[in-house]
């Protein structure tokens, strides 16, 4: 199985910024609908500045750059999404602590303890129509990536017909139904991103077992 460094998870971080401004608009028009129309910027927001603070403090483990873009999207996203990825990645990070390397299952344990603390400062369940309809079976589906990737995707897919029960879409009730969650959205990018960079690496010859 492959190890994991720094520069995968900063590629990582750095393309799902590259897909978030890509699809700004959609997550904020899908926001429209069942919420307040800023989940886009919020995301493009975060996004710009966690690639800012990976350019301005290199870290050198996949723990710490996790924690810098943690850290980065509580203090510069103001809705509920940043405190929530910025909880997801900082649990992540803390998990990996500063280890060089960390295998592609450490790094799984360590996303799927993000969820778990996702879950504990939201209070979402499953099928909630939350972000943790598309990460938890993305999480699930690693080590591997690009089933990762499309179980995010599907996940994100099987919130149109559900009826939000956290967040702002919860205020509409039955009104939430026939829509995709925008924060499941969001969800997709980052772990379709993932897929892609590891794919990226593999192709290149990917990191040998050491
Ligand atoms: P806000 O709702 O404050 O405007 P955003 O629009 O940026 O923030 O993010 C909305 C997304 O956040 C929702 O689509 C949902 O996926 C996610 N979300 C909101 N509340 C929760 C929660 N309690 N648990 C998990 N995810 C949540
Ligand atoms: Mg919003």
Redesign the pocket.
């Known amino acids: 199985m492959a190890h994991r460094d720094a520069g995968f998870v900063r590629r990582w971080l750095t393309e799902a910024a590259r897909a978030v401004e890509r699809d700004a608009d959609r997550l904020t028009e899908l926001?429209s609908a069942i919420?307040?129309a800023?989940?886009g910027n919020?995301?493009r927001r975060g996004a710009l500045a966690v690639v800012a603070a990976l350019e301005k403090e290199p870290r050198t483990t996949p723990g710490a750059v996790l924690l810098l873009a943690g850290r980065t999207l509580v203090s510069t996203?103001g809705?509920?999404?940043?405190p929530?990825y910025g909880t997801l990645l900082r649990r992540a990070g803390k998990a990996l602590g500063d280890a060089e390397r960390v295998a592609d299952t450490e790094l799984r344990d360590a996303l799927r303890g993000g969820a778990d603390a996702?879950a504990q400062?939201?209070?979402?369940a499953p099928g909630?129509k939350?972000?943790?309809d598309a990460v938890r079976p993305a999480v699930e589906a690693l080590p591997d990536y690009a089933a990762a990737g499309a179980a995010a995707a599907r996940g994100a897919a099987d919130t149109v017909p559900l009826r939000a029960r956290?967040?702002?879409?919860s205020y509409l009730g039955e009104r939430s139904v026939g829509h995709m969650?925008?924060?499941?959205a969001s969800a997709a990018l980052l772990f379709g991103a993932l897929a892609r960079v590891a794919a990226a690496e593999a192709a290149a010859g990917g990191v040998s077992d050491g």
């Open positions: 926001d919420g307040d800023d989940h919020n995301m996203v809705g509920a999404s940043g929530l996702v400062l939201g209070g979402a909630d939350t972000m943790l956290k967040g702002r879409a969650d925008p924060g499941a």
